[in-house]
């Protein structure tokens, strides 16, 4: 968990609600009046026992000393959930970015002996043997044509319909 913004940490095993609401607010600054009001918020949600009392937990607090943070940046409690929320969503899409760009490595150095084909200057794969009278920098494809013998049909992207009260461009 870093030490400046609390932020949760998935690594850390510290989830566990240990801390009664008077230990809580002891450690965190806050009266209980104002703990109880940032779980109306909706800004904590400290774990219950059977009974129902509340246990905070080091997740819980480090939570709490990010509210501080917020709060004495002047945001109120409505934008501090904003805050928290937005937080959690970065750190979670920054992980799963970083578990992408680790299997993209992968498969990079995967497919890195695989790709010796040549590429002409758009990255089109040629053939690489040489045909007799064949233009080496066209791509295969292109060279071979259709089975009807007509120039093979290029497209330059998905086609769409026109909605209604569009004209056809000319």
């Known amino acids: 968990m870093p030490e400046k913004s609390g932020r949760?940490?998935?690594?850390?095993?510290?989830?566990?609600?240990?801390y009664g609401i008077s230990v809580a607010?002891?450690?965190?600054?806050?009266?209980?009046?104002?703990?109880?009001?940032?779980?109306d918020y909706g800004l904590v949600t400290p774990g219950r026992t059977r009974g129902g009392t509340r246990r905070y937990s080091d997740?819980?607090?480090a939570r709490l000393r990010r509210i501080a943070?917020?709060?004495?940046?002047?945001?109120n409690l409505v934008g501090i959930g904003r805050v928290l929320d937005l937080e959690h969503r970065t750190d979670e899409l920054e992980r799963d970015n970083r578990r992408l760009?680790?299997?993209?490595?992968?498969?990079?150095?995967?497919?890195?002996?695989?790709?010796?084909?040549?590429?002409?200057?758009?990255?089109?794969?040629r053939s690489p043997e040489?045909?007799?009278?064949?233009?080496?920098?066209?791509?295969?494809?292109?060279?071979?044509?259709s089975a009807s013998g007509q120039r093979p049909r290029l497209r330059d992207g998905p086609t769409r319909s026109r909605g209604a009260g569009?004209?056809?461009h000319r």
Do not use: C, M, W
């Open 59 to 61: 997740y819980d607090l």
């Open 101 to 125: 760009e680790a299997d993209n490595a992968q498969l990079r150095a995967e497919q890195a002996p695989a790709t010796a084909t040549a590429t002409d200057h758009r990255g089109t794969a």
């Open 130 to 145: 040489v045909e007799d009278g064949a233009d080496k920098t066209r791509p295969a494809q292109a060279r071979l044509g």
């Open 8 to 18: 949760y940490d998935p690594e850390t095993p510290s989830l566990r609600g240990v």
């Open 166 to 168: 569009e004209r056809e």
């Open 69 to 75: 943070e917020l709060i004495e940046a002047g945001v």
């Open 25 to 39: 607010a002891e450690l965190s600054g806050f009266g209980i009046a104002a703990l109880r009001l940032y779980e």
